[in-house]
C-alpha cells in the first residue's frame, strides 16, 4: 500500500526498564526490496514478535511482512529492478523514495533499521541513518566476496552489523574485521529434510507417473523475458523425444504467470504447460528436474533436493560493463557452497538450446541419487533456526 510521508504517524519507543524488555515496545525500520526478501522479512518479525508483542515495523514490506501488520510507506515492487540499465531507467524514483525513507526514520527514529537485501538502495539508506547515529543493520550480506571486494569498506561504513546467511560470508568478513553474524538460512528451517514427489504431485493434481521438468525463467520480468525462449525451445526439443514428458512453470505471481503466457503464445504456441502460482516448493518437489534461473530458489532446489540446470542472462550493457570484475569459478549458490560443479550452469551466450537439451536429458534419464548426500551436507549446514539467530543479533546490537 502506497501512502505519502506526510501522513504516517510520529512513532515513539520506550526506554529499556532495568535491563529487561518489560514496556518497551521498540520500533523497527526494515525496507526490503523482492519476495525473498519479504519472507526473511517476514521470519524476523515474526520472531521479534515473540520478545516484543508490541513492536511496531515500519518502511517497505511485502505481502508476507503486511499480513504481520507491517506499515508500508511504499510498493515493493519499487525496489524490484535488476541491473545497471534497468536502474538508470528508474534512477530518479528510486532517490525520491530513498529520500522519503530517510526523511520519515530521521524524525521518526527507529530503535533499528535492517535493510533485507537490495544492497545498491540499502546501504546508500543505511549510511544515511548511521551518520545521524541510528543504528543499522544489514540482512544478507552484498556479494562482496564475488566481485569488487573492496566494497567491504562501503559496508562498514553503512552498517553496524552484517547478518549473512552463508558460512563462507563471514570468513570474508572476519578477515576485514568488520561485524558479521552467521545466522544459517530459514529456507533450510522451513524446508523439510526429505520432500516426497508422489505427495507433491497429488497435491498438485500432477501426473504420477510422466517425468515432470519445471521451466523456472525466473521472478523478476526482466530475467523472465530473457530466459523464456531458450526454456520453451529446449521443452519442445525434449517433447520430440519423449512425448509424455510434462512441463509445469511455477510462477510467483499472477503478474509473471501473465508475462509467461504471453511470451509461450509467441514463442511455443502448441506446447502444453501447467502454470501454478505462488507454490514453487511444491512444484520443485513434484518435478524430477529443474530447468531455472541463477538465485535463492537455486538454494530451494538444493534443499528439496532434486537436479536441476541453472542458467543466467543479463542485460547485455550490464553483462558487458561487468564481466571482467568478477572472480568467482562458479554463480549458483549449490556449486558456491560445495566449492565444486555439483550442478550445471549456463550464462549469457551459453543459454541455447544446443547446451541446455543434453545437460537436461542426462538429469532426465540417468541415476542422479549422487546428488543426494551433497543436498544434504548443504541442508544441515544452513539449518541453524535463522529468524531466531537474526532476532537475537538485532536485540543484542539495540541493547549496546
Known amino acids: 500500500m502506497t501512502e505519502t510521508i506526510e501522513n504516517q504517524v510520529t512513532l515513539n519507543a520506550s526506554p529499556i526498564i532495568n535491563g529487561t524488555t518489560a514496556e518497551f515496545n521498540p520500533v523497527f525500520g526494515i525496507v526490503v526490496g523482492e519476495h525473498s526478501g519479504d519472507t526473511l522479512g517476514a521470519g524476523l518479525m515474526s520472531s521479534?514478535?515473540?520478545?516484543?508483542?508490541?513492536?511496531?515495523?515500519?518502511?517497505i514490506g511485502g505481502p508476507k511482512m503486511l499480513a504481520l501488520g507491517f506499515e508500508?510507506?511504499?510498493?515493493?515492487?519499487?525496489?524490484?529492478?535488476?541491473?545497471?540499465?534497468?536502474?538508470?531507467?528508474?534512477?530518479?524514483?528510486?532517490?525520491?523514495?530513498?529520500?522519503?525513507?530517510?526523511?520519515?526514520?530521521?524524525?521518526?527514529?527507529?530503535?533499528?533499521?535492517?535493510?533485507?537485501?537490495?544492497?545498491?538502495?540499502?546501504?546508500?539508506?543505511?549510511?544515511?541513518?548511521?551518520k545521524k547515529g541510528i543504528k543499522t543493520v544489514h540482512y544478507v550480506s552484498p556479494s562482496v566476496w564475488a566481485w569488487r571486494e573492496k566494497r567491504i569498506f562501503t559496508i562498514e561504513a553503512a552498517t553496524d552489523m552484517v547478518l549473512s546467511l552463508l558460512p563462507f560470508e563471514k570468513d570474508f568478513y572476519d578477515k576485514y574485521e568488520v561485524p558479521c553474524t552467521f545466522v544459517g538460512h530459514p529456507l533450510a528451517d522451513d524446508i523439510p529434510l526429505s520432500s516426497d514427489k508422489e505427495e507433491a504431485r497429488q497435491a498438485l493434481d500432477l501426473p504420477l507417473d510422466n517425468k515432470i521438468l519445471a521451466l523456472m525463467p525466473g521472478s523478476r520480468g526482466g530475467e523472465l523475458s530473457r530466459l523464456t525462449e531458450s526454456f520453451l525451445l529446449s521443452a519442445e526439443a525434449l517433447l520430440n523425444e519423449d512425448p509424455g514428458l510434462h512441463f509445469v512453470a511455477p510462477m510467483i505471481s499472477d503478474v509473471r504467470a501473465e508475462q509467461f503466457k504471453?511470451?509461450?503464445?509467441?514463442?511455443?504456441?502448441?506446447?502444453?504447460?501447467?502454470?501454478?502460482?505462488?507454490?514453487?516448493q511444491q512444484v520443485i518437489a513434484a518435478s524430477d528436474c529443474l530447468l531455472m534461473a541463477s538465485?535463492?530458489?537455486?538454494?530451494?532446489?538444493?534443499?528439496?533436493?532434486?537436479?536441476?540446470?541453472?542458467?543466467?542472462?543479463?542485460?547485455?550493457?550490464?553483462?558487458?560493463?561487468?564481466?571482467?570484475?568478477?572472480?568467482?569459478?562458479?554463480?549458483?549458490?549449490?556449486n558456491l557452497l560445495t566449492k565444486k560443479t555439483l550442478v550445471p550452469e549456463l550464462l549469457q551466450g551459453q543459454v541455447t538450446v544446443d547446451n541446455i537439451v543434453p545437460l537436461l536429458k542426462e538429469r532426465l534419464y540417468q541415476d542422479q541419487t549422487f546428488l543426494e548426500d551433497e543436498y544434504m551436507k548443504i541442508h544441515l549446514s544452513l539449518k541453524k533456526n535463522a529468524s531466531k539467530e537474526a532476532a537475537k543479533a538485532v536485540m543484542d546490537l539495540m541493547s549496546k
Open 72 to 130: 508500508s510507506l511504499f510498493e515493493m515492487e519499487e525496489l524490484s529492478v535488476m541491473g545497471i540499465f534497468e536502474v538508470l531507467g528508474r534512477l530518479k524514483r528510486l532517490f525520491h523514495v530513498k529520500d522519503c525513507l530517510a526523511a520519515q526514520f530521521i524524525q521518526n527514529r527507529p530503535d533499528v533499521f535492517i535493510g533485507i537485501d537490495a544492497p545498491d538502495f540499502n546501504l546508500r539508506l543505511e549510511r544515511q541513518l548511521k
Open 262 to 280: 504471453s511470451l509461450k503464445q509467441n514463442i511455443a504456441p502448441n506446447l502444453a504447460v501447467t502454470i501454478i502460482i505462488n507454490k514453487t
Open 48 to 59: 521479534l514478535m515473540c520478545n516484543y508483542p508490541n513492536a511496531k515495523f515500519i518502511g
Open 295 to 334: 538465485g535463492t530458489v537455486t538454494l530451494e532446489a538444493s534443499l528439496i533436493k532434486r537436479p536441476m540446470v541453472i542458467c543466467y542472462k543479463f542485460n547485455a550493457f550490464t553483462y558487458h560493463m561487468f564481466k571482467g570484475l568478477v572472480k568467482l569459478e562458479w554463480f549458483s549458490l549449490p
